[in-house]
């Protein structure tokens, strides 16, 4: 079956450094990654959308400068979330488009908490 | 304004008892998700329906599609403390990533 592999599964960071996301499909090719961000008690909220190759899409009110997103192979996205602030902790969750078919499946999840 | 409605938000009932969660929306869909997460943890798929009126089941999991395509249901019979977890539905509006509702945070007490 599909697998999405991320990490790290939870992260600590002092507020203003920066801290990356890893997102890798283990065993299929994903042109397409989203990122979402769930705050306790919530839903997910996409935050953006990774496309292999080219420029992430973001979704209205998220700051592409915060939240870098790059997707340089059809197996790999990483998030690196910038000069963190402690409002920026929350649980941050990948999934993966497979490359020709349908279907969503999810990495397991990232706790960033800001200090 | 929120695209998929879900209710209840929260619910919490007894091991034995019958619970149904509701997804609604005035929208059209081609075909809705529903999704099952545990604390800590990625949204794992239980289910997907694309044809309206259909119904398909998952163990004492039942999954209706409205016929019109905008709502569904999801029914649990004879729910077990396994069952507990928040359950989301969701539905892929465009070419992007997936909208999900709000939640259903279920919890079964022994």
């Known amino acids: 079956g599909a697998v999405v592999s991320q990490h790290p599964s939870w992260v600590i960071c002092k507020s203003g450094t920066s801290v990356k996301i890893e997102c890798r499909s283990l065993?299929?090719?994903?042109?397409?990654m989203f990122w979402y961000r769930q705050f306790p008690k919530q839903s997910l909220m996409l935050m953006a959308t990774?496309?292999?190759?080219?420029?992430?899409?973001?979704e209205q009110g998220v700051e592409k400068d915060k939240f870098l997103i790059n997707h340089a192979s059809l197996t790999l996205s990483t998030l690196t979330v910038t000069s963190a602030h402690p409002e920026d902790s929350s649980f941050y969750i990948c999934?993966?488009?497979?490359?020709?078919?349908?279907?969503?499946?999810f990495g397991s999840g990232t706790r960033l908490t800001v200090v | 304004t929120q695209l998929l409605e879900q209710s209840p938000q929260f619910l919490s009932i007894q091991e034995g008892e019958n619970l149904t969660v509701y997804c609604n929306s005035s929208?059209?869909?081609?075909?809705l998700q529903w999704y099952r997460q545990e604390p800590g943890e990625g949204p794992v798929l239980l289910v997907t329906?694309?044809?309206?009126?259909e119904v398909k089941k998952l163990k004492r999991l039942t999954f209706q599609f409205g016929d019109a395509r905008k709502d569904s249901s999801l029914h649990i019979t004879a729910a077990q403390p396994g069952d507990t977890g928040l359950y989301l539905c969701?539905?892929?509006?465009?070419?992007?990533?997936?909208?999900f509702g709000k939640g259903t945070h279920l919890i079964i007490q022994p």
């Open positions: 969701a539905a892929a509006v465009s070419a992007d990533g997936l909208t």
């Open positions: 990774s496309n292999e190759g080219s420029k992430a899409t973001y």
């Open positions: 999934s993966a488009l497979r490359t020709g078919g349908n279907g969503y499946t």
């Open positions: 065993d299929f090719q994903a042109t397409t």
């Open positions: 329906v694309v044809t309206g009126g």
């Open positions: 929208s059209v869909f081609s075909s």
